[in-house]
């Protein structure tokens, strides 16, 4: 019997030096360090990168609106096709991200404070986003009367990587980086569109 007990006993100092040997052992601390900080340090690389490209992209749209306001800005008449080769310019400007974007060119005659009445129109599919004559909002400070002002809209989709589809759950996949500039016509009263109401 005394045996059996000097037996177990010497069985539970063998498990208390293994369990006191496992609890000062610290091999294996830096790949659990490892495992635990990885994943983060990799969604934040993904995230300043997502972060880079996005400011990129947005620039790039600003640039592309505000290029081609101040083409069209340049002249004292346009044509259908002068207007639809601005988004070539567009494309340009934007590249490479350029592929899926929409825009809106709109020549505006200003009749009151912060209002202003369409007098030609065209988006990027040779198409009349604005009727001729419809009233617009313009911003107030550009409400000189019968002052002639050139609006274009860009809108560019920009897909997320953080998002990508199978990669989250997220529904939210791509946001819409748009632009919109006023210019003022430079040369004239008026920049007339000779066949937009052809």
């Known amino acids: 019997m005394m045996t059996a007990m000097r037996h177990r006993l010497n069985r539970i100092s063998a498990a ?47 640039r592309a609106s505000s290029t081609v306001a101040d083409i069209v800005t340049q002249q004292t008449e346009v044509s259908k096709a002068f207007l639809d080769s601005m988004k070539d310019v567009a494309a340009g400007v934007m590249t490479p991200y350029g592929v899926n974007y929409s825009m809106k060119i709109t020549g505006i005659k ?6 202003g009445l369409v007098m030609w129109s065209r988006d990027e599919k040779g198409k009349v986003p604005y009727n001729v004559g419809s009233i617009i909002a313009i911003p107030a400070e550009l409400s000189t009367l019968n002052s002639f002002v050139v609006r274009t809209e860009l809108a560019l989709p920009h897909e997320l990587l953080l998002f990508a589809q199978g990669m989250s759950g997220h529904s939210l996949q791509t946001i819409n980086l748009s632009k919109t500039y006023y210019y003022r016509q430079r040369i004239g009263e008026q920049i007339t569109c000779v066949d937009c109401g052809v």
């Open 110 to 115: 200003v009749t009151a404070v912060g209002v």
């Open 16 to 62: 208390s030096k293994m369990f006191g040997t496992f609890l000062r052992d610290r091999k294996g601390t830096g790949a659990v360090e490892f495992a635990i900080i990885a994943p983060l340090l990799i969604m934040t690389y993904i995230g300043s990168f997502e972060l880079s490209v996005g400011f990129n992209v947005a620039r790039k749209v600003a």
